[in-house]
């Protein structure tokens, strides 16, 4: 029965990740869509901090930390987002509710592994634009990247954890842009999609030492080689009979393009320092340079950008009053808090877009086992409403299930 029940939870939960559009940024236009996967929402709860080893709980940005897991261990999360959108003349607003990711880690002797399914990216825009001539332009793209990945830990000391991770991405993006000029019956449309495949790996480094009886240091490694995505395109070009809902329809059609191409994901590499004592507090900092200098555009024909190496710097951690308490159930609440600065080293209409956001939240106990519901929120800016760009200010509202249990456990009574 718990087979049949875990098999239905995976499919749901996949076909959920898989159909769902998970952002309605107008800077998804560009690339591969926006990043969506920034770590489980314990990590984004800590400000997008990895580098802390974990019993209880599936870091997927990490996984030396597989080799940590004491229980196997069950997660999915999701986010709520609420997004002002602020241009020069013109704001609007925007919800989106999206299911992230779900993963299971199994521990085993020395070592742990993990697997699961991610949305890594989104495409979800909607744009008009009407000049003085009356010309009315109109984009709106849908789509994104998932990952399903594979990962595994192993200890090689008391002290030295490794793990590496193996990802396949895949995904298909489906851009129209419209165009109606006055006086002329019918108006232009033009329909890309690009259905996305590739691999990559991530590498990664944990060691972590007692300095005092009590106080922990740690510091981690990790590193992700340059890839390629794989990207079948196919282009329609089509007269239409415009409309200003976004279905315009057919009315004659040329020969569908098609060709291929590939396209650089970057390497990057993260560092990470932190210091605390077990089961009490953490606090850590990390910082991550990515290679973007060397992304591959998704549309090569867009003029308005330039890609250079990114830059991004993640401090966190988290505080229990008392893990091992049983009356006061407050004592036992995980707190967590943290702050993302991110310059994404893409640089649109000469303006550099930056990234930043300061979260917080709790991990609440469920019963008297292991497993927790993590809830918080976050709240952050993106982007400027100068040279005709947009600004975002979002709050994300964040919720995570991590159900624990016991496998492999010998039996002394039949």
């Known amino acids: 029965m718990i087979k049949k029940l875990l098999f ?9 990740i898989l159909a769902q559009q998970g952002t309605s940024s107008p800077y998804s236009f560009y690339g591969i869509g926006e990043v969506r996967f920034r770590g489980t929402v314990e990590n984004r709860l800590m400000g997008g901090v990895s580098i802390f080893p974990d019993s209880l709980h599936v870091n997927i940005l990490n996984p030396a930390t597989y080799a940590s897991l004491k229980l196997t261990t069950y997660t999915l999360g999701g986010t709520s987002n609420y997004t002002k959108l602020n241009a020069e003349q013109k704001n609007e607003k925007a919800q989106r509710a999206t299911l992230d990711y779900m993963a299971v ?6 070592a742990g592994f993990g697997f699961g399914l991610i949305q890594y990216s989104s495409v979800g825009y909607r744009i008009r634009n009407e000049n003085i001539d009356g010309t009315v332009k109109r984009y709106d793209g849908t789509g994104g990247v998932n990952k399903v990945f594979f990962g595994f830990g192993q200890k090689l000391t ?4 490794i793990g590496i991770d193996a990802n396949y991405n895949f995904g298909r993006i489906e851009t129209r842009n419209v165009q109606k000029i006055p006086e002329v019956q019918f108006g232009t449309q033009e329909l890309n999609t690009s259905d996305l495949s590739g691999f990559n790996v991530n590498l990664s480094a944990i060691y972590q030492r007692k300095i005092s009886q009590k106080l922990n240091v740690f510091g981690s490694i990790i590193y992700t080689p340059e890839s390629e995505l794989q990207s079948k395109n196919s282009r329609l070009i089509s007269s239409v009979l415009y409309s200003d809902f976004f279905d315009p329809q057919d009315v004659d059609q040329l020969d569908e393009i098609r060709n291929s191409y ?10 990470g320092l932190g210091v605390g004592q077990n089961k009490k507090w953490m606090l850590g900092s990390e910082v991550t340079f990515q290679k973007n200098s060397r992304f591959g555009n998704r549309t090569p024909d867009i003029s308005n950008v330039i890609y250079r190496d990114a830059v991004k710097y993640n401090l966190g951690g988290y505080y229990i009053p008392d893990a091992s308490a049983f009356s006061n159930y407050l004592k036992k609440i995980t707190y967590r808090g943290g702050f993302r600065y991110e310059n994404t080293g893409m640089t649109i209409n000469n303006q550099d877009l930056k990234d930043y956001a300061l979260s917080a939240g709790l991990g609440l106990p469920l019963g008297g086992a292991f497993s927790n519901v993590n809830i918080g929120v976050e709240y952050g800016k993106r982007g400027t409403a100068k040279a005709s ?3 975002e200010n979002y709050t994300n509202f964040l919720l995570s299930l991590s159900l624990n249990d016991r496998w492999f456990i010998k039996r002394k009574y039949d």
């Open 8 to 16: 239905a939870f995976f499919v749901l939960s996949s076909i959920t």
């Open 105 to 110: 880690g199994i521990p085993l002797k020395n």
């Open 158 to 161: 008391s002290n030295l954890s």
């Open 262 to 271: 590939k396209i650089k994901l970057p390497s990057k590499v993260t560092f």
């Open 389 to 391: 760009l947009v600004e």
